[in-house]
């Protein structure tokens, strides 16, 4: 039989092999929403195509970044596929709006699912390490970019949901600048909401936004705290 140390040591390799596979996920996902959200919206883009391209290689590294947990994986591979089929579709009908709406709720599912996972392996987490950072940030990350796709299926249904904002779904830089701001509480004023829908997501959006940094940076302090101490 095999020692007890000798089974601890690996277990501690298998630990930091997996650890490191998350981590290089995460960084896949952390670049592909740094390009879409921040880099993005500075090129001067007239073709969507290129958007909902990139959008799709958030979602896949995404799926690849919750590989941890092989039920969701297998429910985000499926949801991905069918987004992928669908917002295809919508490409060759442009005009569809319907198809427009059911790519974006898809996107919205796929992403909640994401975002979920990641938020459940921070908190579940044994240890804080560079994997478990970089999930909390992207859980972040995804939280805006979840809601600025919730305001363009709003927008969809309800044109004019939005004053002051170009109403074109393909016109996601504005959504995800609107997203985010609501997210952090920031509100400029100079895109508003302008039905009671739009007002109660806006809402719902800020509140989350400020719950998401207490409970996150509160259980992460923790588990650093508590890794620490048992070290001494």
């Known amino acids: 039989m095999r020692s007890t140390k000798t089974r601890s040591v690996e277990w501690i390799r298998e630990s930091r092999e997996q650890n490191l596979h998350l981590w290089r996920n995460n960084m896949v996902l ?3 929403l740094v390009l879409l959200i921040f880099i993005l919206p500075v090129l001067p ?5 290129m ?3 990139l ?3 958030v979602l896949f590294s995404g799926l690849f970044a919750a590989e941890f947990s092989r039920k969701i994986f297998r429910l985000l591979f499926a949801m991905g596929i069918l987004f992928i089929s669908v917002m295809l579709l919508s490409l060759l ?3 569809s709006r319907s198809l427009s709406i059911i790519a974006f ?3 919205t599912f796929f992403l909640i699912l ?3 996972a990641l938020i459940a392996h921070v908190a579940t987490a044994y240890l804080v390490d560079r994997a478990t950072i970089l999930c909390a940030i992207n859980s972040y990350l995804l939280i805006g970019l979840t809601t600025s796709v919730l305001f363009i299926i709003t927008d969809l249904f309800a044109p004019q949901s939005l ?3 170009e109403t074109q779904a393909g016109n996601l830089s504005s959504y995800i600048y609107f997203g985010f701001v609501t997210l952090t509480t920031l509100g400029y004023g100079d895109i508003t909401p302008n039905s009671p829908l739009t007002r109660s997501l806006s809402t719902f959006a800020a509140v989350f936004g400020q719950l998401y940094l207490v409970i996150i940076i509160a259980l992460i302090i923790g588990k650093y705290l508590n890794s620490k101490g048992a070290e001494q």
């Open 30 to 32: 952390f670049i592909s």
């Open 45 to 49: 883009l007239k073709n969507n195509i």
């Open 51 to 53: 958007i909902r391209a």
């Open 55 to 57: 959008l799709s290689i």
């Open 93 to 95: 009908l442009y005009e």
């Open 105 to 107: 709720s898809l996107n």
């Open 114 to 116: 994401v975002t979920i």
């Open 163 to 165: 004053m002051n904002h």
